[in-house]
T-cell receptor, first 113, second 113 residues
Framework: EAQVTQNPRYLITVTGKKLTVTCSQNMNHEYMSWYRQDPGLGLRQIYYSMNVEVTDKGDVPEGYKVSRKEKRNFPLILESPSPNQTSLYFC????????????FGEGSRLTVL | AQSVTQPDIHITVSEGASLELRCNYSYGATPYLFWYVQSPGQGLQLLLKYFSGDTLVQGIKGFEAEFKRSQSSFNLRKPSVHWSDAAEYFCAVGASGTYKYIFGTGTRLKVLA
């Protein structure tokens, strides 16, 4: 089954404790991206990647890091989480030939205390 | 700068009634336009997209949207709503030549039996 898999789905952590949210897709898509969803703000793009070793900032990259060492994986790293990073995070992938057809994971709800 | 406005935060309709969700965008050139649906606890799923050509586009689940350049709008419609359509709907715009997408803040649809 074609899918985007995120882990963990739910996480409660404390300020400053480094964490990684993993994202994996099995559709051989070149493009992957991370979004955060906050009430009243919709989805905002954090980072995106055009292919292996090619990443770029989205609209809200501060406090986040990403890496793309393999085509299928695109982890989101919070080096020193803060309470304002409490949010619902979505990973998405997209085939190059189908612009805009983003395939989303089920989301990772992160709470930073 | 690109922007997307969904003026209605919540909409309630009766089952069987028609539906129109509004979306206005701001973009200098012809944008790529999308509608996504998010069911509770799920990721987003693409309903339909507009790149060029016929301004009335058909999507999945009986939805359609009309691109009106003069009004900078891309409203989503459905002639007869089903209870299973209750969800949150997001309009998004993408810039040609890039993989950056701007999402609206969403409209939450409630369907009355």
């Amino acid at each position: 089954e074609a899918q985007v898999t995120q882990n963990p789905r739910y996480l409660i952590t404390v300020t400053g404790k480094k964490l990684t949210v993993t994202c994996s897709q099995n559709m051989n898509h070149e493009y992957m991206s991370w979004y955060r969803q906050d009430p009243g703000l919709g989805l905002r793009q954090i980072y995106y990647s055009m292919n292996v070793e090619v990443t770029d900032k989205g609209d809200v990259p501060e406090g986040y890091k990403v890496s793309r060492k393999e085509k299928r994986n695109f982890p989101l790293i919070l080096e020193s989480p803060s309470p304002n990073q409490t949010s619902l995070y979505f990973c998405a992938s997209q085939p190059t030939e189908s612009r805009g057809e983003l395939f989303f994971g089920e989301g990772s709800r992160l709470t930073v205390l | 700068a690109q922007s997307v406005t969904q003026p209605d935060i919540h909409i309630t309709v009766s089952e069987g009634a028609s539906l129109e969700l509004r979306c206005n965008y701001s973009y200098g050139a012809t944008p790529y336009l999308f509608w996504y649906v998010q069911s509770p606890g799920q990721g987003l799923q693409l309903l339909l997209k507009y790149f060029s050509g016929d301004t009335l586009v058909q999507g999945i689940k009986g939805f359609e949207a009309e691109f009106k350049r003069s009004q900078s709008s891309f409203n989503l419609r459905k002639p007869s709503v089903h209870w299973s359509d209750a969800a949150e709907y997001f309009c998004a715009v993408g810039a040609s030549g890039t993989y950056k997408y701007i999402f609206g803040t969403g409209t939450r649809l409630k369907v009355l039996a």
